[in-house]
């Protein structure tokens, strides 16, 4: 009883509660640095140093009048909001944060489930998400949001391919698609899959910028051709949940990243003797510092590149990523044969 | 007893849900709908214990073919003037022929599968546990060329696509 309900559903509502206070404050950890970038403070007036600017905003947002447009299709309207926050919210059941922990007695995993499939559910439940975007330009019935949603439904189908066949060839290496297994199998191979996969990674971290619609890939929210992208006429509570949605992909992205390349939980160098000192920090604190590593590389690309322009972006995902996502599994499969 | 349960709430669902198809009155409703359809038929892989094939239906059908079917129906235009359909009661005939047809197949099907077990697949039990490794086993062993064809038809599918679309190259 206790291991099939109770601790699964504490699990739940710890992940799903720190995931939202998480990116709540990404939001502030953004507007800080990109402030910094440009040398100005930032927000300053919520809290010491702006701290609790995240509440204020959620207030805000909460009590802001919620407007519907009359020409607009009711129904799909209020659904594309939850569509994009839905799968951003379940693909953290199969992230593994950290190995095992003892609390009270018990053996507890720092993952809500195991599945041996858990890469393709990463992969196609972000494919799912590709709805929400779709049907709020539909359903706003205006034109700008139509553009933007075209024009970010065909990013993410474009960027969905380099990145997928290039997560092959890290599942090639692992020799499965279970995410705890693959961060088994760089402990086992005594490296971490950046070292080995280092092409892959680049494709991955570049794939999963456009993913994410963040600069310089953010066209579908290019404010000066587009108003504000696909959620123009969006206000309140259902704006924020696609400004939720989007960076609760970004910790999504983080995570897989950190799983796949950064060896997940693993401390560095895990089967050096001499380092052996390493394992006491938590496994999860190194999950968490590695994958806030990866938070801040976002935001500073963002503070850092201007936006390529959209005929630029397909052609760097067709005719650059492709190719080289598949000249990768190749030479990955080739390697691999004659080593085993 | 629980998988029966589970069983017919799934395919209640999916029965619901293909009916919605058929009879929403906007376009872009009828494929939300069979998004959601697709969701159930995977619902309904993973009740069985075929995990990959859920999951390779959610990434396949509802991520990938069904986003190009909304393309084509916000990008073309539905609208037309009611003289432009034909008269829905035209092809009755047709439509209750190739259900009959459809449904005496699957009878057959079913029958036959009731009379004559299928064969246990322990007679080629594959070398690897887990159902992707045992996916991948029996495509690349005993249905390689049925696979490789596949594969081969939707390359030309593919090319054909391109040389339909782009006139000049």
């Known amino acids: ?152 439904s065909a990013q993410l189908i474009s960027y969905e391919v380099a990145v997928t066949l290039t997560l092959v060839s890290v599942v090639v290496m692992a020799g499965s698609l279970s995410m705890v297994q693959i961060v088994n199998a760089q402990y086992n191979s005594h490296v971490w899959f950046v070292f080995a996969q280092p092409v892959a990674f680049v494709l991955v971290l570049i794939g999963g910028l456009a993913e994410t619609n963040r600069a310089p890939f953010d066209l579908p929210e290019a404010e000066q051709e587009l108003t504000g992208g696909f959620h123009t006429e969006y206000s309140g509570m259902r704006f924020a949940l696609f400004f939720l949605a989007e960076y609760a992909n970004m910790i999504v992205v983080s995570s897989v990243v950190t ?6 939980w693993l401390p560095p160098f895990p089967n050096v003797a001499a380092f052996g000192f390493l394992y006491y920090v938590p496994s999860w604190a190194w999950f968490l510092l590695k994958s806030f590593v990866f938070l801040y590389l976002f935001i500073w690309i963002r503070a850092t590149l201007p936006r390529y322009r959209y005929d630029q972006l397909m052609n760097l995902g067709w005719k650059v990523l492709i190719p080289i996502a598949i000249a990768n599994l190749v030479v990955t499969g080739i390697v691999r044969v004659l080593l085993l | 007893m629980g998988e029966a349960i589970a069983f017919y709430i799934i395919a209640g669902f999916i029965l619901i849900f293909a009916v919605l198809v058929v009879t929403a009155k906007e376009a872009v409703h009828s494929v939300v709908f069979l998004v959601i359809d697709f969701l159930f038929v995977a619902a309904l892989y993973a009740s069985l214990g075929a995990e990959f094939l859920a999951i390779i239906q959610i990434l396949v059908y509802a991520g990938g073919i069904v986003v190009l079917y909304l393309f084509v129906v916000m990008l073309v235009n539905l609208k037309r003037p009611p003289e432009a359909y034909a008269d829905p009661h035209r092809r009755t005939t047709l439509g209750f022929a190739l259900s009959a047809a459809m449904l005496l197949e699957i009878g057959v099907i079913a029958s036959y599968g009731y009379v004559k077990p299928a064969p246990a697949l322990a007679a080629v039990a594959a070398p690897v546990t887990g159902n992707t490794e045992e996916v991948g086993w029996l495509l690349y062993t005993s249905y390689l060329i049925p696979f490789e064809i596949a594969s081969m038809l939707l390359l030309v599918a593919m090319i054909g696509a391109i040389v339909l679309a782009k006139r000049e190259l």
Request: charged content about 15%; hydrophobic content about 55%; proline content about 6%.
């Open chain 1, 1 to 152: 009883m206790v291991d099939t309900f109770v601790i699964p559903l504490l699990k739940i509502v710890i992940v799903l509660n720190a995931t939202l206070v998480g990116v709540t404050y990404m939001v502030l950890l953004e507007r800080k640095v990109i402030a910094w970038a440009q040398s100005r403070l930032g927000p300053m007036r919520v809290g010491p140093y702006g701290i609790l600017q995240p509440v204020a905003d959620a207030v805000k947002l909460m009590i802001k009048e919620d407007i519907t447009p009359v020409r607009a299709d009711k129904w799909l309207f209020t659904a594309a909001p939850i569509i994009s926050m839905v799968p951003a919210l379940i693909v953290y059941a199969v992230i593994p944060f950290g190995s095992e922990v003892s609390l009270f007695g018990r053996q507890v995993t720092l993952y809500i489930t195991d599945i041996n499939v858990g890469l393709l559910y990463v992969v196609s439940v972000a494919s799912v998400g590709v709805y929400g975007i779709i049907l709020a330009g539909y359903a706003s019935n205006s034109k700008y949001p139509l553009l933007a949603s075209l024009r970010a």
């Open chain 1, 259 to 264: 799983t796949l390349f950064l060896g997940g």
